[in-house]
């Protein structure tokens, strides 16, 4: 099971800009899809940036422009750079490894413990 964990996040001013942080133990970084979510108390757990194993990301309309995925395959590490937050941007926002087929083995995923971010003047 891979361990996904997250850091960076925390309290910023509307307008502001964080990085969230998200390293990985385990083999095979590379050959994964990454993403990260968020969920705020009371709503659905959504998804504001996907990157692929060869890097194209996918960003919802809430976050493009403003939001940017990435990935260090040598650091088996993921980050999320996010600009311009707004309060609506508040939420915990986790890690996800997606779920795939690799060399015929079924790997179904992790998901990290989460990173508060706070958007609050």
């Known amino acids: 099971q891979v361990k996904l964990v997250e850091s960076g996040g925390g309290l910023v001013q509307p307008g502001g800009s964080l990085r969230l942080s998200c390293s990985a133990s385990?083999?095979?970084?590379?050959?994964?899809?990454m993403g990260w979510y968020r969920q705020a108390p009371g709503k659905q757990r959504e998804l504001v940036a996907r990157?692929?194993?060869?890097?194209?990301?996918n960003y919802p309309d809430s976050v493009k422009g403003r939001f940017t995925i990435s990935r260090d395959n040598a650091k088996n590490t993921v980050y999320l750079q996010m600009n311009d937050l707004k309060p609506e941007d508040a939420a915990v926002y986790y890690c996800?490894?997606?779920?795939?087929?690799?060399?015929?083995?079924?790997?179904?995923?992790?998901w990290g413990q989460g990173t508060q971010v706070t958007v609050s003047s």
């Open positions: 996800n490894q997606e779920a795939t087929w690799l060399r015929g083995a079924y790997y179904s995923g992790s």
């Open positions: 385990g083999s095979d970084f590379s050959s994964f899809v």
């Open positions: 990157i692929s194993s060869g890097g194209t990301a």
